[in-house]
């Protein structure tokens, strides 16, 4: 009975890496359509995001069988119940490379300056390499790994601060529009990243018990 049990654990760490890779791949998509100016990934990306919102269904179901059936204590529950919270960030993490590849889509008005390209191309690249990153944690969490997250998380949040001090400042030249964009797909970045941050410190609980401080306030502003 305990070796199912654990074989079905095992299922659900497939499950949460299967569904890492697939926001991986989204964001790599969305990316495209924003910096290349690829429209056809944005069909790709759309088929990628309803297998990943199938995928959330199918952990979120084995979790609550397991709950049900086999009543696991300390470590097991902590690994089952972090599973169900980190399925529903990364399906977040999908809808939020949805909304870039959304809005890199709008119409012309909308586009990004030239200005402001740079830093969104460093931007894009931190973010892809934390979800990578993130990949290798729920795969075989080490200290490492959880070090670089948190120092790309800087990086991403002083580039969105950049940005944002760009588009406010009185003496902005590029119009409203534009502004509007900028502002909104910084901010659809900046909150991937911090997804991965949460969805890696919740790894890190499942398998120590001890749930970083930053990780209770998210909570609580989440609510």
Not at 80 to 102: K, N, P, S, T
């Amino acid at each position: 009975m305990r070796d199912r049990f654990h074989g079905q654990l095992s299922v659900l760490g497939e499950l949460l890496s299967s569904m890492c890779g697939m926001a991986c791949e989204e964001l790599r998509l969305a990316n495209r359509v924003f910096l290349d100016g690829d429209v056809e990934a944005a069909a790709e990306l759309a088929e990628v995001e309803a297998k990943l919102n199938a995928a959330r269904t199918t952990c979120e179901d084995t979790a609550q069988k397991l709950l049900a059936l086999q009543a696991p204590v300390a470590r097991d529950l902590r690994t089952v119940l972090a599973a169900v919270y980190c399925a529903d960030r990364l399906e977040r993490m999908g809808d939020l490379a949805q909304h870039i590849a959304d809005q890199a889509a709008r119409a012309p008005e909308f586009a990004v300056p030239d200005a402001v390209a740079g830093r969104f191309g460093e931007m894009a690249g931190l973010v892809c390499s934390m979800a990578d990153d993130l990949g290798a944690a729920i795969d075989g969490p080490t200290a490492e790994v959880f070090h670089s997250l948190a120092r790309s998380d800087q990086r991403v949040d002083a580039l969105y601060e950049e940005l944002m001090t760009l588009v406010t400042e009185p003496g902005w030249p590029h119009g409203v529009a534009p502004a509007i964009s900028v502002a909104l797909l910084a901010r659809f970045y900046e909150r991937f990243a911090d997804q991965v941050v949460s969805v890696a410190r919740r790894v890190d609980f499942a398998l120590t018990g001890e749930l970083p401080e930053s990780s209770v306030r998210d909570v609580h502003a989440s609510l």
